[in-house]
């Protein structure tokens, strides 16, 4: 009934407006007419048409109070649900500027929601980061993607740093303009430090793997190394003991084997102690020496000369003098294993401009150039029965050390390659000689 309230009420009402006009004309005529009949229907019947405007105007007044309503209520609990988030919800314009940021933004990156709006995402992050969040940007541009994810490094005063995942959608309008983004960031440093500690345990296993599958393959060499000494001391072990003339001249030689076999030994034994890093001021050259002499009776074996193209004069440098001897093995051993019909190594020390130039240069087959840029990526190997990891692990050990890595190569001629380090600083130079003084 209540939706025919307005095709009711108003024809009654105009009818009693009307009545004693219509009582008026009937008593001054005596009758109803059929014109004034006419008149009375078609009055009625506007009449009905305005009840019927009227009750679909207040239906419709009705569902519009209704949807504001529960738009109000949907907007309440909305805003409820969102604040409640522990993500952080988040949208940009076009040029990468906040326009919008739940209160879930404070606690992850430190700043308030009034001081980050209006500011540019990266001001929040590393350069790094950065850097990432444009390349993903580019390429989901690029192919017509409307969504991308990438980790962020988050700066935070307070806490430092955090990660975190950020998932982006990119928004156009209908005219299919770029307009902004919008998207969520969540907390992912449980997820990193797993990561971290997953490729720690992986350095430090593939380290181990290296220095047993280094020690295998010089095992021929440090037999035949060990071998001549031997056998020259038991020979003169014979002349002494059946009376041989000049014996302080045999003793100088058995000593001078027995050494040379204990320096060998203790080159060996470098490569089952433990990794972990003690940087100390030291000699490079004499390091290097010493993994030359490790190496040199397995080169020969393979009819490969290692020439040093430096002199003595020593070369300070802050290392982990383990750890740099195997960068030095590893590099040196690929060198020979490239080239099988023998040749020769070149290696070079000399310091420029307070850096340290470690140059080693090979005869060998050389590098694709579409596998030159993949050298060093885990698992990435040109090596029949290679792991992929020696060179990875190499570049890694470098890096700790503040270095950097150049390599260049050409096929059938051969591979150079060039470690740059941090040179000791004048002024630690002059400490440590100082030190050195007062020591003496």
Known sequence: MKKYTGRIMVPVLLFFLISPMIGWIVLKEDEVSALMGIYLSVFLALAWCLGAIYDDRRRTIALLQDSEGRYRIFSKYSKELINSFNEVIFQTDHKGKWLYLNPAWKSMSGATVNESLGLHFSKHMDNASYQDVLKAFAESFQQGNKYFRVDIKLRDGK????????????????????????????????????????????????????????????????????????????????LIRDGGADKQEYFDIIFSEINRIEQV????????????????????????????????????????????????????????EN??????????????????????????????????????????????????????????????????????????IIEKHGGKVFITSEMKKGTKIVCVFPAVQPKEKSGSEKGKRKNG
């Not at 051993?333 to 019909?341: G, L, Q, R």
């Open 265 to 320: 030994l203790n080159e060996l034994l470098l490569l089952s102690k433990p990794s972990g890093a003690l940087f100390l001021e030291k000699d490079l050259k004499k390091s290097c020496n010493h993994v030359v002499t490790l190496l040199e009776t397995n080169a020969v074996l393979n009819n490969i000369q290692i020439h040093k193209n430096y002199d003595e004069d020593p070369v300070f440098m802050n290392f982990d």
């Open 323 to 396: 750890q740099i001897k195997q960068v030095l093995i590893n590099m040196i051993k690929n060198s020979i294993e490239s080239m099988p019909n023998g040749g020769n190594i070149f290696l070079a020390i000399f310091e420029k401009n307070g850096e340290v130039f470690v140059s080693i240069v090979d005869e060998g087959e050389g590098i694709p150039e579409n596998s030159l840029q993949k050298v060093g990526e885990p698992f990435y190997t040109t090596k029949a029965y290679g792991t992929g990891l020696g060179l990875s692990v190499c570049f890694k």
């Open 159 to 238: 806490k430092g740093s955090s990660w975190v995942e950020a998932f982006v959608k990119l928004i156009y309008d209908e005219a299919g303009k770029f307009i902004g983004t919008a998207g969520i960031l969540s907390e992912i440093n449980e997820r990193k430090h797993a990561e971290e500690k997953l490729v720690s345990l992986n350095e430090h296993l593939a380290i181990t793997s290296s220095k047993l599958s280094t020690a295998a393959q010089l095992a021929a060499g440090i037999a035949h190394e060990v071998r001549n000494p031997m056998t020259a001391i038991l020979g003169f072990v014979k």
